[in-house]
């Protein structure tokens, strides 16, 4: 199933990039201090990063690596 991000924000959240797999939130991306990390799951714990870096692009392309079917 395919892993599309959606660029959303939230008053609470401010800006934040979903990841959507099959149409279902799996976590969301957010940019912080040159540094991008995507926290998996429907609320972001603070710490909790699954997965960070500092280019957009490589980290969505790591989302979809660990989500693909016999990922990590």
Known sequence: MAITFLDSS???LGFFIQALQAGRPIGRIFHSAGVYRFYPGHEPTLGAATLQGQ???????????WYRPGGS
């Open 10 to 12: 939230s008053l609470g």
């Open 55 to 65: 280019d957009l692009d490589r980290l969505k392309d790591t989302i979809r690596e």
